[in-house]
């Protein structure tokens, strides 16, 4: 499944910004064919002074609230208080959101439509923005409801916005200043549709960047689970969660609860594996508690577990241990509580800091004490 965290969002917000930046003039040239000329210039002041008031520490809720406050409440003319309820209405989709995949960004999407049609009473063939976003929303849409992945969803809204957006150039306007030169419109774009066709393609090429990302993450990653017969049921689902989260899983069993294998040669098998890969593979283990297994893998060469039975746990273990083994109890915690447990501890990577002279020092403390250093 394809997808991005909401907090690493905000740079959709950014590469926008610098979309409409590089095309005011663009954009105020072709206002200036038929209306007053003035919407390169009102759109970059709006999207110039969200740059201002950004800060690294906004997810993409926060930073599309931002911008659409902004245009709604700062920026004169129609368009700043019609894309400014775009924005608005795509952030509040992802208000309690932490991941955004396929169907959330649809309706995201959906949401920003729905938001303009309120404020714009038009449809297609008006020679509005919405020529370019409804035929955009439309075609996402139906690429998602045919199986299509979410990146090629993506390439599917911003061709039809494209495509849309050209197809004011014969069209005549209906609406607006421009509605009063009638025929005398046809023949030029529509700037309301050149700019929403700029918006379109740099929300889904910058999205699609962001799959990427964490695609070639993944890329990167095995995942090798084990168990013993009293988790058995907990591994099979996590195993079926972690591969739709886009990772390899190797699974080392138990594959059955007849299977008697004692929990510790589960353990050292699956740190056996991770050490051949150099440890560029992570584990997980489940027993009944998950004290034996993170027991028996703290025992092992270069081995890190820890026992993780809440999220902010799971997230220390990463980012102030560099564990790279998860041991969890099927007999303590529930198989939804342990999905997001796996999902955060998976997401995180150990960023050194202040940890990593920490983490180094317990290095030299298993050098000392084993036999073998690695």
């Known amino acids: ?163 849309g957006k050209e197809a004011t150039r014969d069209m005549v306007a209906k609406v607006g200043r421009a509605s009063r030169l009638g025929e005398r419109s046809r023949g030029v774009l529509d700037a309301g549709a050149v700019s929403c066709a700029l918006i379109v393609r740099s929300l889904c090429a910058t999205t699609q960047k962001l799959i990427a990302e964490r695609n070639r993450d993944y890329g990167k990653k095995t995942i090798v689970i084990g168990c013993d017969n009293a988790a058995v049921e907990l591994k099979d689902m996590l195993k079926e969660y972690i591969q739709n989260l886009g990772y390899l899983v190797e699974d080392i069993g138990c594959y059955s609860k007849e299977d008697e294998t004692y929990y510790p040669h589960v353990a050292q098998k699956l740190c056996q594996e991770i050490e051949k890969s150099g440890f560029e593979k992570e584990g997980i283990l489940l027993c009944g508690t998950g004290i034996g297994m993170a027991m028996t893998a703290n025992k092992c060469p270069g081995i890190r577990a820890a026992v993780c039975h809440d999220n902010f746990s799971a997230e220390r273990a990463k980012l102030s241990n560099d564990g790279n083994v998860l041991c969890m109890g099927a007999r303590v915690i529930g198989a939804e509580l342990a999905k997001k447990i796996v999902k955060e501890w998976l997401a995180i990577e150990f960023q050194g800091g202040a940890s990593g002279p920490k983490v180094n020092s317990m290095i030299e403390i298993e050098h000392k004490n084993f036999k073998r250093e690695l």
């Open 1 to 163: 499944m394809e997808y991005f965290r909401n907090k690493d969002g905000a740079v959709i917000v950014s590469d926008l910004i610098e979309t409409i930046q590089k095309n005011k003039e663009y954009l105020s040239e072709i206002d200036g064919a038929i209306g007053d000329g003035d919407h390169g210039i009102n759109m970059n002041k709006g999207f110039t002074l969200c740059s201002e008031r950004l800060n690294k520490d906004m997810d993409l809720k926060d930073s599309l609230n931002l911008l659409g406050d902004i245009l709604l409440c700062e920026i004169g003319g129609s368009m700043g208080p019609i894309y400014g309820s775009f924005f608005n209405r795509m952030s509040e989709i992802v208000k309690n959101t932490e991941d955004i995949d396929e169907t959330i960004f649809g309706e995201m999407l959906e949401a920003g439509l729905n938001g303009i049609r309120e404020l714009v009473p038009t449809d297609i063939g008006d020679k509005t923005l919405l020529d370019a976003l409804i035929p955009a929303v439309n075609a996402y849409c139906g690429a998602e409801k045919a199986g299509k992945d979410f990146s090629e969803a993506l390439d599917a809204a911003a061709l039809a916005a494209e495509k």
